[in-house]
């Protein structure tokens, strides 16, 4: 089992900054790579942030220069640091991260698995 929890989004002004979090909890036995996704109204989820286990990180031209990943391994905690807002980045805020949990009942890890949060809303107002 592994849960995932969003944290810090809310109303900024464009050009604002904001951080979100994302925090990993359960019977964590390991974590691979997490990531950040979002979702407007009408749209599809995109992506918007990955991260790997050994810190090597993606992003796409829309955030790119103005969004940073980046992990706490000891906290198991992804964050994301959002600069230069535009009202189009506003949009639910989902973290991503690929797991495995330890299983009591079988006394051993369970197969990797993609784990999504709650989501948090960031909202951009002109």
């Known amino acids: 089992q592994v849960q995932l929890v969003e944290s810090g989004g809310g109303l900024v002004q464009a050009g604002g900054s904001l951080r979100i979090s994302c925090v990993v909890s359960?019977?964590?036995?390991?974590?691979?790579?997490m990531g950040w996704y979002r979702q407007a109204p009408g749209k599809q989820r995109e992506l918007v942030a990955t991260i790997t286990s050994g810190g090597s990180t993606n992003y796409p031209d829309s955030v790119k220069g103005r969004f940073t990943i980046s992990r706490d391994n000891a906290k198991n905690t992804v964050y994301l640091q959002m600069n230069s807002l535009k009202p189009e980045d506003t949009a639910v805020y989902y973290c991503?991260?690929?797991?495995?949990?330890?299983?009591?009942?079988?006394?051993?890890?369970?197969?990797?698995?993609?784990?999504w949060g709650q989501g948090t809303q960031v909202t951009v107002s002109s």
């Open positions: 359960g019977s964590i036995f390991s974590i691979n790579a």
């Open positions: 991503n991260a690929g797991a495995r949990y330890w299983d009591p009942s079988t006394w051993s890890p369970s197969p990797s698995h993609d784990y």
